[in-house]
Each structure stands twice: as structure tokens, then as C-alpha cells.
DNA sequence: CCGCATCGCTACATTAGTCGTAGCGATGCG
DNA sequence: CGCATCGCTACGACTAATGTAGCGATGCGG
């Protein structure tokens, strides 16, 4: 699978907005967990690996591909970093983890008090 | 696929985070395009269909269960809209639209101008 | 009431994506 | 040299998505 085309968007989205092509690219497994844990700062293949726990090497190589091609992150020396766009995804996905609390606790009532250390950067 | 949850999620995420199960739900192939298209009013199995283009009946009717499971979308009696947690989303995926111009651009630096007319709700 | 159209959705075969494991070349270190 | 780790690739098994066909239900004109 490769980058998604904003103009003429692959995997059918179709209607021509950037933003499908963008939803198209991030909705891949792992690309915005892969997002997500470089923003805590650069990293490694392998403790990216470790960091999202049981993704394959396989497939995280590929999504890094996928995002290297669009230019979300890049390499380095020691490893892997975002882009400027990389980072300004992130402060877009930053409220998300908030969200994300409440969501959870809409739906497993039980035990809410648990993810309070999770927290950007 | 069912809904992920939260304090121990599938697909892998493991790190316990109800941002990697909130990234598992949306992250799987149309979801977060559905939620869009939802944003702008609630909408028809058909009209859904016909928005986001190729989506087949099948994996639209799959999505929509999980986002029902998930409780981000609900069921009236004219089709299905957002809950109040799916506006919240919604609302986090706003500044998303401006974000992914840029990154389209970026991308794709020719044939900017033409996605101008996007614009939720 | 009947034929026809549309709607919401399901079934199923094909295709594409992901997973898990094994392992390769490169580098570092005792 | 021997061994460990790292970044990454190959490959087979499995799972999810696609595309098409079609079913029951509803509506509507004749």
C-alpha cells in the first residue's frame, strides 16, 4: 500500500478532500500509535517496537515507510523523529487523549482510574 | 472485529492507554470517514454509502456496528447520527481539515486550490 | 392487489492487508 | 573470533476489506 494521493485519493475515498486522503493514511494500523509514541521524542525501530507492544517488524517497517513517504517522520542517525507536519499532527491529536478518557469510561464504566499517567511528551 | 476495549485492548495495543483502543476503533478503514460524513447530519445507510464513494454495504454495515457498539453513532428512525460523544470526536477532527490541506500541499504541491470548498457541518 | 423501485442489510467468493516467526547483514564488544 | 543486538526483509498463515448478488421490507403508481 502506498502513500495516499490527496488529489485522487487511493482505497476509494473518492470525494477529492485531502482529508480522506489523510484519514486513508492514518486510519493504517499502528500509524497513529506509531505517531503517537514519537512524539514522547525520537526513537529507535526497535523500541518503537517494544513501545507498541506486539506490532510485527514487518508491518512497522512498512508503516514507517508509509509515513517517511509523507513526510510525517524522518530518519536520523538514531532512529526515527517527526517532521514539523509530524509534530503539527500531534498537537492535533493531543485533545484526543483526553477524549479518549472520557470515551473509555463510556464504555468500561468499571475501573477509570487507571490510564491517569498517560500523558503527551 | 469488535469494539476495543479500553483497559485491555485488542489488536495488540496493549499499553493499557484508552488512546491506543480509541486509535484501534478509528484507525480501522472508513471510520473516521463515516464519522465525518455523519458530522454534517445524520444520514441514510444509502446516503452514507454514497458519500464516501466505493464503500461496500458489507464493511459499512461493519463499521457502523462498531461505531454503535462504541457508541460514537446511534440509530434514529430516519438512519443513524452522532451521540454526543461521536460530536465530541467530531469536533477534535475539525482542525484536522485545515491540517490536512497543508499536509496535501505538502504532498502534493501542485494543484493546490481545489479543496477549498471542504468544510464541516 | 400487483408490479416495480428503493431501502437496509446479508452472503459469499476474491483480493488485499496484517501477523508471527525465522533469519540475514551490519555493528559493537569482550 | 564468538556472541549479542540492531535494523530490517521474506514468507506462510491468517484476517479484514472489496465487489457483486440478492433477500425481505416498505412505498407507490396503476
Chains 1, 2 share one sequence.
Not at 526513537?43 to 515507510?65: D, E, H, V
Not at 503539527?88 to 490510564?115: C, M, N, V
Request: charged content about 20%; aromatic content about 8%.
Amino acid at each position: 500500500m502506498s502513500i495516499p494521493k490527496p488529489g485522487m485519493p487511493v482505497r476509494g475515498s473518492q470525494s477529492g478532500a485531502p482529508l480522506m486522503a489523510a484519514f486513508d493514511l492514518l486510519g493504517r494500523r499502528w500509524a497513529m500509535g506509531i505517531v503517537w509514541q514519537l512524539s514522547y521524542g525520537s526513537a529507535t525501530f526497535r523500541s518503537l517496537q517494544n513501545a507498541c507492544g506486539s506490532i510485527s517488524p514487518s508491518i512497522l517497517n512498512s508503516r514507517l515507510k508509509d509515513l517517511r513517504e509523507a513526510q510525517l517522520i524522518e530518519r536520523t542517525t538514531e532512529g526515527y523523529r517527526l517532521t514539523e507536519m509530524g509534530e503539527a499532527l500531534h498537537r492535533l491529536l493531543l485533545p484526543f487523549g483526553e477524549w479518549s478518557i472520557k470515551w473509555a469510561q463510556l464504555i468500561t464504566p468499571e475501573e477509570t482510574s487507571r490510564w491517569s499517567q498517560l500523558g503527551p511528551k
